[in-house]
């Protein structure tokens, strides 16, 4: 008995092999793995480079910072306008007249040259009169 249950069992493995064997031999399950793998590689690639793009522009960065060379001129161009911008706006939705709006513009103005003048220690100190230039 012994015997046929080892037959049977040697059949079934056997048989297993061989669908396996057709499967394993089946052209478009090779064509479907190997576009997965290829999509699958790109995709990875793809990935690599921007993280080594945005490493080696990091270290530029870090680089040119250790150097001395930084990019000041951009931002502070940027502020300056938007800062300009923001006058501009407020002048123009101030809720005074156009003349008490220049004035309190000019007084600041003058104040803050004299408090530039001060921490120079250089620069003449008369306050500007009548509305030239108004």
């Known amino acids: 008995m012994r015997s046929i ?18 499967f394993l031999t089946d052209a478009k399950l090779w064509s479907a793995l190997n576009d997965q793998l290829r999509d ?3 995709d990875m690639g793809d990935v690599v480079r921007r993280r080594y793009e945005d490493t080696s522009d990091r270290l ?32 123009l939705l101030a809720p005074v007249s156009g003349e008490e709006a220049r004035a309190a513009i000019r007084d600041t103005a003058y104040d803050m040259k004299n408090k530039v003048n001060d921490m120079t220690g250089s620069g003449s100190r008369l306050r500007p009169t009548g509305t030239d230039g108004d």
């Open 5 to 22: 249950g080892r037959q049977s069992a040697a059949k079934q493995w056997a048989r297993f092999a061989m669908k396996c064997a057709l």
């Open 40 to 42: 699958r590689a790109e």
């Open 60 to 91: 530029h960065d870090a680089s040119d910072a250790f150097r001395g060379r930084t990019n000041w001129v951009s931002p502070t161009l940027s502020f300056i306008g938007g800062v300009g911008v923001g006058i501009g706006v407020g002048m």
